[in-house]
């Protein structure tokens, strides 16, 4: 890397400051869990991934939101799904969630707080059973 | 392609050389075979501080700290983790080998009351990667003393953050820097102490080893308020990685013009160089250290001038300690303010304490200061091992002194070690339990101060010595009465007479000791017994018959071997060819074996 002048070293800051605020788990009150079982991973969900990765950085969401995977999910109909865990929301998984679908999630769940009605298939099972 | 998992492998000495970078490779490999090594960022960081658990590896976004891996994990973490995206139950940290439940990484009482200012990189970047650093606001306060503000307004700041020297004294670092800064001279040198001597002491490492930048970076702030173009690292040959990483941090700043001359176009220029010390004790003493790096034998001159004053070539000279530089960044970019509003009265911020001996977490640690010692050993430590009764805490390595239990709830500062008969000292804290014995650790530290006296001058070269004598002949069973207030006596001369703070406190161990455990001295002195069982030449082993069931382990675990039985009839110790080693006494489930 050539000499770098002050404004170069700002910006280079930000640009490493937004890879690095993707380990961060302190302070990010929102998760997104992607289903990448093999099915998950078959249908797109790690196109779907990079996606919701690449829309969060855009919107400056990168310290609130935790993207992380999982496993699959059980809802194998509907890969890739995603779960969306965020206070005020109530936590919903999303399914049919390929790249496309990824910045309208963002937009709409994270920003405006609204759900998407298309691609709501509810929580598992898993979750009553416990109850 | 975005990654999905981020493995951190602890990198410091301690997890290195329990084949930290074994796992690190087999990982590595592992993402590779299981063609995943797009998903996964495997990074290589500093020390996580929780030595006790190492190897330690952390997998982040889900925060899975997993302890005591081996190589042969590797393979699980990536089929689990990273493809399956599950955690690996069983290396999850519990908090008893018996319990099942895992503890969450903030829930472990060993970071609970830990505050990290010093090492907020450790573990969390990769130590060799610039561009981690700088992503964690690195290199951001050395921007904001080249461009906003001026030389006295660094110094003012830190004068008004309160930060004292943590190499032990406790000069308060803004007096120094301005005592330099107001020197009229061509040349001024910035020197980091890196000369970490101590016995069990490992921060000074461990911080440059998971944060070289901050190191570097303190170094030019310090340089750019004083006015200094030129600065030196003295590092002990015997710490590699550190070495490594240092000079690997120094290229990379280079190369991205944040070191060298006209930092990011500024007229301000600076050069670091690393000067290797071959390990004597007595260079971690300001003086000392110049005159090695000058070149000459490592021995103390008199203060003043001071080497703020006249130091390195008879030029101005700075020498901060490794724990205080690596503060200043942070001072620099969250404010004097905000650092003061940590800590007690007199003593601001926090330290970084090495935590080893009979204790359940050894480890790197780091507390606001004012947090008492009984929450450092009882709460982040975990307390006594094998529920052991504990005895006494040894601070300050060979130039501190021993804490007892009525002294526990002090709240630590640098008056208040100094007040108990100890010192802040670097860091060091040795944890002693009711099988340690006062006259053993004594004459260990004092034989420690024999070795490492420079000679120069008269009380620390022979007092260390005689004082060395007296010690070995009491632990021996030989000394008397009188030998007590022959050890104070000289203990106080060498305290005052001394030409720097090696002799000056080498007597601080012997002194406590003395103070708060002369029961156990007489009991050497006149019954000839060691309680603890340390003193070799005052123990005797031998074997209750009664409760002998002739199992055979003791003679089986003997070395010499000296033990002789039937199966299944008493056994019988050779006390004449004994060498009191003491693995008989550990191996017996019958409590046969006994000490006297």
């Known amino acids: 890397m050539a000499r770098m002048t002050l404004d170069e070293l700002r910006a280079f800051r930000d640009a490493k400051r937004q890879d690095l605020a993707r380990r961060d788990v302190e302070g990010k009150d929102i998760q997104i869990v992607v289903g990448m079982g093999t099915c998950g991973i078959a249908a797109g969900a790690k196109l779907t991934f990079d996606a919701l990765v690449e829309s969060i950085q855009k919107r400056g969401l990168e310290n609130k939101v935790l993207v992380r995977q999982t496993g699959c999910m059980g809802l194998c109909y509907v890969e890739p799904t995603v779960e969306v865990i965020a206070p005020g929301m109530p936590t919903v998984i999303y399914g049919k969630m390929t790249k496309d679908a990824a910045d309208e999630l963002v937009q709409k769940h994270l920003v405006e707080g609204k759900l998407l009605d298309n691609h709501i298939f509810d929580r598992p099972a898993a979750d009553i059973v416990k109850k | ?596």
């Not at chain 2, 930290?20 to 290589?44: F, M, P, S, T």
């Not at chain 2, 600065?231 to 941090?249: N, T, W």
């Open chain 2, 1 to 596: 392609m975005a990654k999905k998992n981020f493995i951190l492998v602890c990198g410091g000495t301690g997890c290195e050389s329990a084949k930290g970078d074994e796992i690190y490779r087999n990982l590595i490999k592992e993402a590779e075979l299981q063609g995943v090594k797009d998903d996964v960022q495997i990074v290589k960081t500093g020390c996580f501080g929780f030595c006790e658990q190492g190897p330690i590896v952390k997998v982040l976004p889900t925060d899975s700290f997993y302890v005591q891996v081996k190589p042969a994990d590797a393979k699980e973490i990536i089929a689990e983790q990273v493809i399956k995206g599950r955690e690996v139950q069983r290396l999850l940290y519990k908090k008893d080998k018996k319990a099942q439940d895992n503890v969450k990484v903030q829930d472990i009482e060993f970071y609970q009351k830990q505050f990290r200012i010093v090492l907020r990189n450790c573990g969390v970047i990769n130590p060799e990667n610039i561009e981690e650093y700088i992503a964690r606001d690195g290199y951001m306060a050395l921007e904001k003393c080249l461009f906003e503000l001026k030389p006295q307004q660094i110094i003012d700041i830190m004068k008004a953050s309160g930060l004292r020297g943590r190499g032990g004294a406790g000069f308060p670092t803004g007096l120094k820097w301005e005592t330099a800064a107001k020197v009229k001279s061509d040349v001024k040198y910035i020197v980091c102490n890196a000369d970490e001597g101590d016995p069990g002491a490992y921060m000074d490492r461990s911080t440059i080893e998971g944060d070289p930048h901050s190191i570097l970076e303190a170094m030019m702030i310090a340089g750019r308020a004083v006015g200094s173009n030129k600065g030196y690292i003295y590092i002990r040959a015997e710490y590699p990685l550190a070495i490594e990483r240092l000079k690997v941090a120094i290229e990379q700043a280079k190369a991205m013009g944040l070191m060298g001359e006209n930092i990011l176009g500024s007229d301000f220029s600076f050069d670091v160089e690393i000067r290797l010390g071959a390990g004597a004790f007595v260079c971690g003493e300001e003086t000392a250290l110049l005159k090695s790096i000058e070149g000459n034998r490592g021995m103390p001159i008199p203060k003043p001038p001071f080497p703020a004053i006249k130091g390195l070539w008879g030029k101005p000279t700075i020498i901060n300690n490794v724990e205080t530089l690596a503060n200043i960044p942070v001072i620099i970019t969250k404010g004097a303010e905000w650092f003061a509003s940590i800590g007690t009265e007199k003593s601001k911020g926090t330290k970084v304490f090495a935590l080893t001996g009979k204790i359940n977490n050894s480890g790197l640690i780091e507390v606001p200061m004012g947090t008492t010692l009984r929450e450092i050993i009882f709460d982040i430590g975990g307390g006594i091992r094998g529920g052991k009764k504990f005895k006494g805490v040894q601070t300050g390595g060979p130039s501190g002194g021993i804490i007892v239990e009525k002294d526990l709830d002090t709240p630590i500062s640098y008056e208040s070690l100094v007040a108990l008969g100890s010192m802040m000292g670097s860091g060091g804290m040795i944890v002693m339990d009711e099988d340690d014995c006062v006259v053993d650790v004594s004459k260990f530290y004092m034989e420690f101060c024999v070795d490492e006296s420079c000679g120069k001058c008269a009380p620390c070269r022979i007092g260390t010595n005689q004082m060395h004598a007296i010690l070995d002949k009491i632990s021996k069973g030989k000394g008397e009465e009188a030998d007590l207030d022959r050890l104070e006596r000289i203990g106080k001369a060498m305290t005052k007479a001394s030409l720097c703070m090696l002799g000056g406190s080498a007597a601080n161990p012997t002194m406590g000791t003395l103070r708060h455990f002369r029961d156990e001295y007489l009991e050497h002195i006149r019954d000839h017994k060691c309680r603890a069982g340390k003193c070799k030449d005052l123990v005797v082993y031998s074997i209750d018959p009664e409760k002998c069931i002739g199992c055979g382990l003791c003679a089986r675990k003997c070395p010499v071997p000296c033990i002789t039985g039937e199966k299944k009839q008493p056994h019988v110790i050779d006390a004449l060819r004994c060498i009191k080693c003491g693995e008989c006494f550990k191996a017996c489930k019958f409590g046969a074996v006994l000490v006297r």
